[in-house]
């Protein structure tokens, strides 16, 4: 059994898919408006799968989904009447991992509600590695030192996992600006540096050991400090 957040104004469909989700053995949180599934997911982090309207009051089913992906990797189904191309690449663009178009069947929509949590089940497995007592679970977006959680921010969360994926691999400043704050951003990489600095403290005596700074290049993980 999951828990799934289903926000929709229509509220027939809404109390539809709940009601199929239901048969299927799901708990549902309901939702009637962008704002109030904002709310509904920031108190119930335990929330395993959302499907969203697009067109909803006060803040749409994009926004809600790219406002969730600053903080999460959780399955995000979009409902909608648009079935335009471009309605489904913003859709996608925002984050979504699915988009169904209006009038859809229900029990079709169970269907694809159940392969992304079993998607998800297995990314949980695979998205977890351990360097050297840190452990990374990408698909959650949590990093744990000794089992002891450490809160980072996204921007410190993404350069840690940049850093991580190639460990002894020297990454320019230039680099993770390009890859982290992006093409357009206009600031330097003092940016960078203040970050990278932050997230050293952040993780105490492993950031110290294996965060290494390259003077004049960049930044590294590496095994240990005799490396």
Same mark, same amino acid.
């Given at each position: 059994m999951a828990k799934i957040l289903v926000a929709d104004d229509e509220r027939l469909i809404r109390q539809l898919v709940c009601d199929f989700l239901h048969q299927a053995g799901h708990e549902t949180l309901e939702a009637n408006n962008g704002a109030q599934a904002l709310e509904l997911f920031r108190e119930n982090p335990d929330t395993e799968l959302? $499907? @969203? *309207? $697009?067109?909803?009051?006060e803040v749409d089913g994009w926004e809600v989904t790219r406002e969730v992906r600053k903080a999460s990797n959780v399955p995000i189904i979009l409902l909608s009447a648009r079935g335009e191309e471009f309605d489904q690449l913003t859709g996608f663009d925002a984050g979504a991992d699915e988009y169904v178009t209006k009038p859809f069947s229900p029990v079709v929509l169970v269907k694809r509600a159940e392969a992304l949590l079993r998607r998800g089940a297995a990314d949980d497995t695979q998205k977890q590695a351990d360097y050297w007592g840190l452990a990374v679970n990408e698909n959650a977006h949590e990093v744990t030192i000794h089992g002891e959680p450490v809160t @980072?921010?996204?921007?410190? +969360?993404? $350069?840690?996992?940049? @850093? &991580?994926?190639?460990?002894?691999?020297? +990454?320019?400043?230039?680099?993770? &600006? *390009? *890859?982290i704050w992006g093409y357009d951003y206009y600031g330097d990489t003092r940016t960078v540096d203040s970050h990278v600095a932050r997230l050293r403290t952040k993780l105490g005596d492993w950031g110290?050991?294996?965060l290494k700074t390259v003077y004049g290049v960049g930044y590294k993980i590496q095994e240990n400090d005799h490396v």
């Open positions: 959302l $499907i @969203l *309207d $697009i067109m909803m009051p @980072l921010t996204l921007k410190e +969360y993404n $350069i840690l996992v940049k @850093l &991580l994926s190639h460990v002894g691999r020297v +990454y320019h400043r230039e680099q993770l &600006l *390009d *890859d110290a050991e294996h």
